[in-house]
């Protein structure tokens, strides 16, 4: 079995301002794309800060190589990781590699 593949479906999302009709804005996520990722957790992290424990988690994910920002996030199932890091496609360029972060603001 190749553990490259492109099993999770994932859904990439971008940061939107809205008009509140108040004279206002709301900030809201809007899916930008959904596709087929590989997604592998590299690392985890626990501390407690002001009595309260907070957990994150560092994801290395490969999708097919298109643009996307470090300011979006990426929706896995129920868990909303933020993206960190892009990182250098393959070398024939077919894919892409980026790291995110589960748990940690944004």
């Given at each position: 079995?190749?553990?490259?593949?492109?099993?999770?479906?994932?859904s990439l999302q971008?940061?939107?301002?809205?008009?509140?009709g108040g004279g206002g804005q709301?900030?809201?996520?809007?899916?930008v794309?959904?596709?087929?990722?590989?997604?592998?957790?590299?690392?985890?992290?626990?501390?407690i800060t002001a009595d309260k424990e907070a957990s994150t988690t560092l994801y290395r994910i490969k999708i097919r190589s298109?643009?996307?920002s470090s300011s979006w996030?990426?929706?896995?199932?129920?868990k909303i990781l933020n993206i960190r890091e892009i990182?250098?496609?393959d070398s024939s360029e077919r894919y892409?590699?980026?790291?995110?972060?589960l748990g940690a603001a944004t």
């Open positions: 079995m190749n553990k490259g593949r492109l099993r999770e479906r994932i971008e940061l939107s301002l809205v008009s509140d709301t900030e809201t996520w809007g899916e794309a959904k596709v087929w990722a590989n997604v592998k957790p590299l690392s985890g992290r626990e501390q298109r643009g996307i996030r990426v929706v896995w199932g129920s990182l250098e496609g892409l590699f980026f790291n995110a972060e």
